[in-house]
């Protein structure tokens, strides 16, 4: 009977104690900080299987106060054959950044504004671009044809009706043809997708390595961004 | 007022009959410890089980599908009873009409995929238009295709940064290496199920069904490419956003505690279609077909192009290749030419 207060504070302490705890875990007044973010949003037209630009097609036309005008329209109406035009009266929205391919007639037929040249006085519609970039890109060409460069669409399978290979100019801007950097879409958000070793370079696995990474950078930004 | 069950205890069995006769006040006392002591239990009883609370009745599925076979030994009338039962419980609980069919494998086709390195530039469009495809948990997020983004020159997928995103990509000096299954010919995922619950199929195809897994995760332990995803809570999808054509062993939506992963979009490729990374991707840098077929982009590319597979060493055989375009003279760069 020595020890009584000890075992008064066991058998009445414990189930007391339980009873605090299950109270907790049943009504939750302890709000958990949740390590799930929220979802990203993304913007879902850009990921369906449009090309990055639309490209010309025959008969090439451009709008014109909001007429669409074939190039010969106009082009029949002058002869006109400067070397390289700097300022152009018309046609100034067009940059040329295609490397030292700087003279529009490597590209546009100089009698026919309507065709594309190719060597030796052959010319191709608008529907033929790949015949024109062809002659200077050799290899590049091929491999389109293989389907190894560009891109394939609708179906996998070899002479299905759905399936139909994106032009050079559905991707490459003809006189700017390298491809724009941009920002990506947003990157894995989730602390439970951490690679092994994704944050430690001694090899250790921190998964909440990137979780803390994120808090240390809002405090540091004031949450300004992303 | 003394209970004799629950007293026994303490009056008879503790001193085999010899004690003497306890006080009145100690029989209160051990009285009330006894109410006590049973009314936590029973708390925490309820404490235990009060998840439940949050049980949907409508996410649950019906007993005809807890009790089933294996996929592989379902017959056609047992799978069409189960699918209409799954399009029923994805109308109660997102109100969207769905229609889970099962394609199967397309005799003389097997499936491979290839990715320019050269022309990727990490824009992460693949990784979107795929969580959008197959209905991947929007929150908590799960994403199957990992782009990894290494400096030119370095080969060490385990140190690069698969968070890029604060910067325009590409990068200067940098390349940019998206991984997802695999679907290796000699998967090691298969083979650590306990269950069966994963399997390769005849087009190359390794599928799950996330009604037989039990969520050991010893696939994704076993996977040396990271390309399996867990189910830690309730995956959360916008009915909106919900897509509804869905294959059983694909895209259907997923429930805790099961594992998913790339399908090479089976739902789409074996009725034809391209995969929706392939299509979405603005470079051109995913290629998609039948290696049975000779003329097909991935047998040109494996016969012409300079062909790297990732981890050859560990022997899984993938059925996912990484290629090169050879880059002649630059005429404007110094030294070349």
């Not at chain 1, 009977?1 to 000890?6: L, T």
């Not at chain 1, 944050?199 to 921190?206: E, I, L, N, P, T």
């Not at chain 2, 936590?40 to 599908?65: E, N």
């Not at chain 2, 089976?266 to 077929?293: S, V, Y």
Request: glycine share 8%.
């Amino acid at each position: 009977m020595s020890n009584r207060p000890f075992e008064v504070v066991i058998s009445w302490g414990i189930p007391l104690v339980l009873l605090a705890l299950a109270a907790v875990m049943f009504w939750s007044p302890i709000e958990l900080d949740d390590p799930i973010p929220a979802p990203v949003h993304v913007d879902r037209m850009s990921l369906g299987a449009h090309p990055v630009r639309v490209a010309m097609h025959d008969p090439a036309a451009i709008e014109v106060a909001s007429f669409d005008v074939n190039c010969n329209q106009c082009h029949a109406l002058f002869e006109h054959d400067s070397i390289n035009p700097p300022g152009l009266t018309r046609h100034n929205d067009i940059v040329m950044n295609h490397g030292e391919n700087s003279w529009c007639f490597s590209c546009h037929d100089i009698e026919q504004r309507q065709r594309l040249a190719l060597t030796a006085g052959e010319t191709v519609g608008y529907d033929e671009v790949p015949r024109l970039c062809g002659k200077c890109h050799g290899p590049t060409w091929r491999d389109w044809q293989r389907g190894t460069h560009g891109k394939t669409v609708g179906s996998w399978k070899t002479g299905d009706e759905r399936q139909r290979r994106l032009s050079c100019t559905e991707c490459h801007d003809p006189h700017s043809p390298a491809f724009a950097a941009g920002i990506p879409l947003p990157g894995p958000n989730t602390i439970r997708m951490g690679k092994h070793g994704a944050h430690g370079d001694d090899g250790v696995h921190r998964p909440l390595a990137q979780w803390m990474h994120h808090i240390i950078d809002d405090a540091h930004s004031d949450g300004t961004d992303h | 007022m003394r209970l004799p069950v629950l007293n026994q205890g303490d009056s008879g069995g503790g001193c085999g009959g010899g004690c003497p006769p306890e006080p009145p006040g100690d029989s209160r006392r051990s009285f009330l410890r006894t109410t006590v002591s049973v009314g936590a239990g029973f708390a925490a009883l309820g404490a235990a089980l009060s998840p439940l609370r949050d049980l949907d009745v409508d996410k649950a599925f019906s007993g005809d599908s807890l009790l089933r076979d294996h996929y592989k030994e379902l017959s056609a009338e047992e799978k069409a009873r189960l699918f209409a039962d799954i399009e029923a419980q994805i109308d109660r609980s997102y109100g969207v009409k769905a229609s889970v069919g099962d394609p199967q494998p397309i005799p003389g086709v097997e499936f491979v995929y290839a990715l320019n390195l050269s022309r990727c530039d990490g824009n992460r469009a693949c990784v979107h238009a795929c969580v959008k495809e197959n209905n991947q948990s929007r929150s908590p997020e799960i994403q199957y295709i990992r782009v990894v983004e290494m400096p030119i020159g370095t080969f060490d997928p385990e140190h690069g940064d698969h968070y890029y995103g604060d910067e325009e990509t590409p990068k200067p000096g940098h390349f940019y290496m998206p991984m997802q299954c695999h679907q290796c010919a000699n998967p090691p995922c298969t083979k650590v199920c306990p269950v069966e619950a994963t399997w390769q199929e005849a087009d190359g195809i390794t599928v799950i069904d996330y009604d037989w897994c039990i969520g050991c995760r010893y696939c994704q332990a076993a996977c040396p490419y990271w390309a399996r995803r867990f189910n830690w809570t309730d995956p959360e999808i916008p009915a909106d956003e919900l897509n509804p054509d869905m294959a059983y062993l694909s895209n259907r939506p997923r429930s805790r505690g099961v594992m998913e992963k790339c399908t090479f979009c089976l739902q789409r490729t074996r009725k034809g279609r391209m995969p929706a990374c392939l299509e979405a991707c603005p470079t051109g840098a995913r290629k998609f077909g039948n290696i049975l077929d000779p003329s097909s982009e991935v047998s040109q590319i494996l016969r012409n192009k300079r062909i790297l597979v990732l981890k050859e060493e560990v022997g899984t055989r993938p059925r996912f290749f990484y290629y090169f375009d050879e880059r002649g003279p630059q005429p404007n760069e110094g030294g070349a030419a």
